[in-house]
């Protein structure tokens, strides 16, 4: 069994910071991949960031440059870094991640609650 936990999220000025963090627990040996998506009302979920298992990063054009994604094994988290926000990153924010249990080959893909963003112009 594993579960995921978003936090992190809040109110911020437009040109402010936030990091959102994604706690994994449970089953869990390392980290394989990580995604952040976001959803705000009325909109489709929209992908922002991609962390693959080799390292590399992938980050929508709109927060290109702002963004960074992470991934700490050792605390069993995985992180996205926001800087310079500005008003149209509000939005519920949700890491999907895939995880290496404790069960030789197995893996498991789950999403976090969501944590709510919103910025303040």
């Known amino acids: 069994q594993v579960q995921l936990v978003d936090s992190g999220g809040g109110l911020v000025q437009a040109g402010g910071s936030l990091r959102l963090s994604c706690l994994a627990s449970g089953q869990v040996v390392s980290i394989n991949t990580v995604d952040w998506y976001r959803q705000a009302p009325g909109n489709q979920r929209e992908l922002v960031a991609a962390?693959?298992?080799?390292?590399?990063?992938a980050y929508a054009e709109s927060v290109k440059g702002r963004f960074t994604i992470s991934r700490d094994n050792a605390r069993k988290t995985v992180y996205l870094e926001m800087n310079s926000l500005k008003p149209e990153d509000t939005a519920v924010y949700h890491c999907?991640?895939?995880?290496?249990?404790?069960?030789?080959?197995?893996?498991?893909?789950?999403w976090g609650q969501g944590t709510q963003v919103t910025v303040s112009s």
């Open positions: 962390l693959a298992r080799d390292g590399t990063t």
């Open positions: 999907n991640v895939e995880v290496l249990m404790d069960t030789i080959g197995s893996t498991w893909n789950g």
